[in-house]
């Protein structure tokens, strides 16, 4: 069994900067992609930014040059660093990884975290 556990959501004011972690736990042999996606009121869930098992980017054009996404491997763990945050960055923040068990892959979701930029 395999469970992501995010932290990091909050409320910030316009400007500031939030910084999300996704750890994965389990049964784990590798992982590929990692990312990020968020998922407004009334909207679909939209990619945020992803990054592969060699440390390739990349980035929603909504985000790009304010957000940064990173990974550690020894930790299992995916990090979007968020600054300048916008109103419209309000969401809930899921993050995704590609995680190999033995011979198979799978996809796993985090629970959703919370962000919610307000004056």
């Known amino acids: 069994q395999v469970q992501l556990v995010e932290s990091g959501g909050g409320l910030v004011q316009p400007g500031g900067s939030l910084r999300l972690s996704c750890a994965a736990s389990?049964?784990?042999?590798?992982?590929?992609?990692m990312a990020w996606h968020r998922q407004a009121p009334g909207k679909e869930r939209e990619l945020v930014a992803s990054i592969t098992s060699g440390g390739g980017t990349t980035y929603a054009d909504s985000v790009k040059g304010r957000f940064t996404i990173s990974r550690d491997n020894a930790k299992n763990t995916v990090y979007l660093q968020m600054n300048s945050l916008k109103f419209e960055d309000t969401a809930v923040y899921y993050c995704y990884q590609e995680i190999a068990r033995l011979t198979n892959r799978y996809q796993y979701w985090g629970q959703g975290t919370q962000v919610t930029v307000s004056s």
């Open positions: 389990g049964r784990i042999s590798s992982i590929y992609t």
